[in-house]
């Protein structure tokens, strides 16, 4: 069987214009980027529209890419999560009312890369474990400022904790999360 | 605010947690192209990166590659980029200053509503300004350019532009010396041979001009070539008949 490339090469061919590298990438990452969508906009067609603006902003704009600042699976995360949290902010989403997980069900499957998927879940694995060493009220506060792209300002107020609470708890928690992450 | 300060709030930068002053400091300042900051805020990409890892993961709709695939079509770019986009980068950068200095000039805690709006407005100016920059670019697709020199005028250089969806072409030149007394300079559109005057020009004392015309009807697909040439003053040459300034092809 011959060797995958890896994600730093797909990228460089998605740069000189090769749609199969595109579709690797997706078949790698397709999924994690929908269900990054899912959890932030709680809109599976809403989710859906924003996988399809994130590759294709992907092949548009290859060049903007630049491997000396992190992976590609970084690149393409924060990538999603800033376009994703964009569109949950935009008046159209608003006027809409999305609140909840709604829309088509479809629990088809892509194709997804064999590969990808044995380096994903061994991550997820990884990540779930350090998540569960955090303090739940810990966890808590990162996930509203990365899932739900709130400020400290707007999590204090949610979570009814002085500011400099937040704060820490944002600040611990991700440097908690970098340290277990690094001794896994 | 000093770096290792910065660096302490890196993860809630690269989280987005931040409020606005902070942010906007924190970006200018990778920006600046700190290689402290850099790193460290690359690692915390990295590690909030794998947070989605540990959600329950869905399946996107089996024929949603098929429909990116289908809409990844070649992208081309040309020259116009090159020439263009340092001007577009160009006022991004001037608002992103500006933005710089406002927040140097303040006082570090300030809670002047005016301030804080002069802010607001300015960080709305550097969104929209990126904005434009990326429709720029955009734009620019399909346009084509030549690049005129010549012999006759070494420190001279001209740009045309065509943009074949207006039916419009753009000519600038700079670096040119002034005609000769009694002789005025004439663009020249050529194409399967056919030589049709495009317009005439004086240039600056700084060695500029600049020309605005419609595109005539051409052959699809024949190649096209600009040249500028000097022609006696107050007269209408249907063909050239002076020495070439400057010349190029359409790429």
Request: proline fraction near 6%; aromatic fraction near 6%.
């Given at each position: 069987?011959?060797?995958?490339?890896?994600?730093?090469?797909?990228?460089?061919?998605?740069?000189?214009?090769?749609?199969?590298?595109?579709?690797?990438?997706?078949?790698?990452?397709?999924?994690?980027?929908?269900?990054?969508?899912?959890?932030?906009?709680?809109?599976?067609?809403?989710?859906?529209?924003?996988?399809?603006?994130?590759?294709?902003?992907?092949?548009r704009r290859a060049k903007r890419y630049d491997p000396a600042r992190g992976a590609p699976m970084t690149y393409l995360v924060t990538l999603a999560r800033s376009r994703a949290i964009d569109r949950q902010r935009s008046a159209s989403f608003q006027a809409r009312g999305k609140t909840s997980a709604s829309g088509?069900?479809?629990?088809?499957?892509?194709?997804?890369?064999?590969?990808?998927?044995?380096?994903?879940?061994?991550?997820?694995?990884?990540?779930?474990?350090?998540?569960?060493?955090?303090?739940?009220?810990?966890?808590?506060?990162?996930?509203?400022?990365?899932?739900?792209?709130?400020?400290?300002?707007?999590?204090?107020?949610?979570?009814?904790?002085?500011?400099?609470?937040?704060?820490?708890?944002?600040?611990?928690?991700?440097?908690?999360?970098?340290?277990?992450?690094?001794?896994? | 605010?000093?770096?290792?300060?910065?660096?302490?709030?890196?993860?809630?930068?690269?989280?987005?947690?931040?409020?606005?002053?902070?942010?906007?400091?924190?970006?200018?300042?990778?920006?600046?192209?700190?290689?402290?900051?850099?790193?460290?805020?690359?690692?915390?990409?990295?590690?909030?990166?794998?947070?989605?890892?540990?959600?329950?993961?869905?399946?996107?709709?089996?024929?949603?590659?098929?429909?990116?695939?289908?809409?990844?079509?070649?992208?081309?770019?040309?020259?116009?980029?090159?020439?263009?986009?340092?001007?577009?980068?160009?006022?991004?950068?001037?608002?992103?200053?500006?933005?710089?200095?406002?927040?140097?000039?303040?006082?570090?805690?300030?809670?002047?509503?005016?301030?804080?709006?002069?802010?607001?407005?300015?960080?709305?100016?550097?969104?929209?300004?990126?904005?434009?920059?990326?429709?720029?670019?955009?734009?620019?697709?399909?346009?084509?350019?030549?690049?005129?020199?010549?012999?006759?005028?070494?420190?001279?250089?001209?740009?045309?532009?065509?943009?074949?969806?207006?039916?419009?072409?753009?000519?600038?030149?700079?670096?040119?010396?002034?005609?000769?007394?009694?002789?005025?300079?004439?663009?020249?559109?050529?194409?399967?041979?056919?030589?049709?005057?495009?317009?005439?020009?004086?240039?600056?004392?700084?060695?500029?001009?600049?020309?605005?015309?419609?595109?005539?009807?051409?052959?699809?697909?024949?190649?096209?070539?600009?040249?500028?040439?000097?022609?006696?003053?107050?007269?209408?040459?249907?063909?050239?008949?002076?020495?070439?300034?400057?010349?190029?092809?359409?790429?």
């Amino acid at each position: 069987m011959p060797a995958q490339p890896d994600d730093f090469e797909l990228m460089l061919r998605i740069e000189r214009g090769d749609a199969d590298a595109l579709g690797t990438i997706y078949d790698r990452y397709g999924g994690l980027v929908y269900t990054l969508g899912v959890r932030i906009l709680r809109d599976r067609s809403e989710a859906e529209e924003l996988v399809s603006d994130v590759f294709l902003e992907i092949w548009r704009r290859a060049k903007r890419y630049d491997p000396a600042r992190g992976a590609p699976m970084t690149y393409l995360v924060t990538l999603a999560r800033s376009r994703a949290i964009d569109r949950q902010r935009s008046a159209s989403f608003q006027a809409r009312g999305k609140t909840s997980a709604s829309g088509n069900q479809n629990t088809a499957s892509t194709a997804a890369d064999p590969t990808a998927i044995a380096i994903l879940g061994e991550n997820a694995r990884q990540v779930r474990a350090a998540l569960a060493q955090l303090d739940p009220v810990y966890r808590q506060a990162v996930e509203m400022a990365f899932f739900d792209g709130l400020t400290h300002n707007q999590i204090a107020e949610k979570l009814a904790k002085p500011l400099g609470t937040v704060k820490t708890y944002i600040r611990q928690g991700l440097i908690r999360l970098r340290d277990c992450l690094r001794n896994e | 605010m000093d770096c290792s300060e910065r660096r302490d709030l890196i993860f809630q930068y690269a989280a987005g947690a931040l409020d606005a002053d902070e942010q906007t400091e924190l970006r200018l300042h990778l920006a600046g192209g700190c290689p402290q900051c850099a790193g460290a805020y690359a690692e915390a990409e990295a590690v909030l990166a794998m947070l989605p890892l540990a959600l329950a993961g869905e399946q996107p709709p089996a024929d949603l590659k098929r429909r990116i695939l289908s809409q990844a079509r070649p992208v081309r770019t040309n020259r116009w980029d090159r020439i263009v986009m340092p001007a577009a980068i160009a006022a991004v950068l001037a608002v992103a200053v500006t933005l710089l200095v406002v927040r140097q000039l303040l006082p570090a805690n300030t809670s002047s509503t005016a301030d804080q709006e002069t802010i607001a407005n300015l960080e709305k100016q550097l969104t929209a300004t990126v904005t434009q920059l990326e429709e720029t670019r955009e734009s620019l697709r399909g346009m084509k350019f030549a690049q005129l020199t010549g012999d006759a005028q070494p420190g001279a250089v001209g740009h045309v532009f065509l943009d074949p969806s207006m039916n419009k072409w753009y000519f600038f030149t700079c670096g040119m010396k002034p005609a000769a007394d009694g002789k005025t300079y004439t663009l020249w559109l050529i194409c399967d041979g056919e030589k049709m005057p495009a317009g005439t020009f004086s240039v600056s004392q700084g060695g500029t001009a600049t020309l605005l015309g419609s595109i005539p009807p051409l052959p699809p697909g024949a190649p096209v070539t600009l040249a500028v040439t000097d022609e006696p003053s107050g007269q209408a040459p249907q063909s050239p008949t002076g020495q070439m300034q400057i010349k190029g092809a359409v790429e």
